[in-house]
DNA sequence: CTCCATAGTGAATTTGAATTTCATTATCAT
DNA sequence: ATGATAATGAAATTCAAATTCACTATGGAG
C-alpha cells in the first residue's frame, strides 16, 4: 500500500505533478474501499476523514487514477459514476436491478471470444464491459413468493 | 411500417395513452434513423420535418418506447444516450473510441456463455450489455502510420 | 535555505443532458 | 357535443460532474 503510494507518486511526478496532503487521501481511501464506490461514497469516506478536503479534489483525483491506469470508470445506468481497482484482476459484473448488489464473475471463454470477434472485424480493443442485468438470487426468490 | 405503428399505438391505448401527431412523428423518425442515434440526433431529425416538436416530447416518446420494449437504451460512456431499435435480432457492439464508429456483432457462445455464468451465480438475468471499446480499422492504420 | 514558477486546493459557480412543471390543446368514450 | 383526461411545448428544474478562481503548498534552481 505504501509501496502503492509511492509509484503512483513517482508518475505523477513524472507527468509534472506534485504531491499534495489531500490527494494522498483520497487515493488511500479509494484503495481501502470496497469496488464500485460511488464518487459521492469515496467523498464521504474521505470527508468522513478530513473535512477539508474538497469533492472537486476526490473528482479530480479519481479522474487522475483512471488516467494513469489505477481506476477503471464503471456505469451500471443509474446516473452515478463508480470506480474499481485496476489492480485486481479483470473481470465482469452482475448487476441486480431490485437490490443494486454487484457480484463479480470472470469466464476466460467469454474473454477468449471476444478476441475472436474484434480480430474478425478488424478491431483492436483496448477494454470491454460486459454487465449482466437481471435479479440476484435474494430477489430472485422474494419475487417468486409474491406471485 | 404502417402495421407496426398500428400495433404500437394499440398498445398505447391498451395502457390509457392516447394518439398524437408529434408523437407519430417522433416514432417514425427512429425506425428510419440508423442505430445509435442519441436523443438529440433524433430531436434534430423530428424537428427538421416538423419544428414545432419540442425536446420534451422527443425524450417522452423515446422512454415510452422503451417502456413498451420497441427500443434499446445505450450508453457508450459519453454522457449521451442513445436509443436503437429493438426489433432487430440481438447484438452487442464495437466502439471505436477513436471516430465513434459503433458496429455491430453476435455471438452466440457468448450469450450461452453468460447465461451459465449467470445460473452459476444464482443470478436471473433480464439483459445484459456487451461493449468492446478499441480501435476500429481505419483508425488502427492511421494509428500505425503516426509512429 | 530562499525564491518563485507552477501545480493543487476548496468553495462556489457553471455546465449540460435529462426530467419535470404548467398552462394550454387535442383526443376519444359517452 | 361534451367533459374527463392524456399530450403538448416552452420554460424551469434537477443533479452529477466539471470548471473557475483566488489562494496555498510544493519543490527545483541558484
Redesign the pocket.
Known sequence: MDSLLKRI?LE??AI?????????Q?IEVFFRTGPHA???DLAQAVRKR???????????????LAKLGYAKEL?FGD????YESNLESHHDHLVCQECGLVSEFQEPRIESLQEQVAKQHGFLPTMHRLDIYGLCRQCAVAGKKEN
Not at 50 to 64: S, W
Request: charged fraction near 30%; aromatic fraction near 6%; hydrophobic fraction near 30%.
Open positions: 507518486n505523477i511526478a509534472g505533478g506534485k504531491r499534495s496532503r489531500s490527494r494522498a483520497v460511488t464518487l459521492e478530513n473535512r477539508t478536503v474538497g469533492y472537486a479534489t476526490v473528482y479530480r483525483t479519481m479522474k487522475l456505469d446516473g452515478l459514476k463508480r
